[in-house]
Every structure is written in structure tokens, then in C-alpha cells.
């Protein structure tokens, strides 16, 4: 299965800005689903984005107009642009890719990078 590797979690202020980054050990195939959730201690995990081959995206509504996802085919990776950091965006976010139309877990999941917005 496909290893993946999140990066560019830190501390920082409300108000500031983060760029997540997901490495593939091997080759995604371009009409798999990407996504990023987070989870927050003692809530349950949830979606943040989601993108599919064409473009097409899905953005939670907690984060939309904030966040953009994006993809680099050539260079199989994932990226999410976190602009305008609140508090409540502070969790592990953890990066998934699966085939189209399957469930999240039938993918491959990151061990996840810690985000942490203080106010």
C-alpha cells in the first residue's frame, strides 16, 4: 500500500497562515480521491477537503473560503493552503488517498502533522 508522509504542522497565531504537505513513496494513480482530515483531542475525525482527478474539490464548511487544496500530478504530492487560522482549526490533520467512490479507509492514511493556532 501507497506510504504516505504529512509536513508543515506548527504553532503559530490566529490570524496567520500554514501550508500542509503530503509526499507519496509511490505513485498515485491520478483518478484516486486525495483528501485531508483532522482530528482534535476528544472529537471525532472529520473531513477537511477532498479533490478529484479533473479539479473538481469539496471543502467543509468550517473552512471554506480559507482553505484551498491542491495537487501536483508530476510530483504526487497534496497540499492545503490554511489561510486565516483560528483557534478551532488546531488538530492533527492527516492526509488520505483511495481509489474513486471507495470509503477513506480503504485507502492509505499519513501518521499525521500537528496544527496549533493560538489566539
Do not use: H
Not at 477537511?48 to 504526487?76: E, H, P, Q
Not at 492545503?80 to 485507502?107: F, H, I, W
Amino acid at each position: 500500500q501507497v506510504q504516505l508522509l504529512e509536513s508543515g504542522g506548527g504553532l503559530v497565531q490566529a490570524g496567520e497562515s500554514l501550508r500542509l504537505t503530503c509526499t507519496a513513496s509511490g505513485r498515485i494513480f491520478s483518478t484516486n480521491t486525495m483528501a485531508w482530515y483532522r482530528q482534535a483531542p476528544g472529537k471525532q475525525r472529520e473531513v477537511v477537503a477532498s479533490i478529484i482527478l479533473g479539479g473538481k474539490t469539496y471543502y467543509a464548511d468550517s473552512v471554506k473560503g480559507r482553505f484551498t487544496i491542491s495537487r501536483d500530478y508530476a510530483k504526487n504530492t497534496l497540499y492545503l493552503q490554511m489561510n486565516m487560522l483560528k483557534s478551532e482549526d488546531t488538530a492533527v490533520y492527516y492526509c488520505n488517498q483511495r481509489p474513486r467512490g471507495e470509503p477513506a479507509d480503504v485507502g492509505s492514511w499519513g501518521p499525521g502533522t500537528q496544527v496549533t493556532v493560538s489566539s
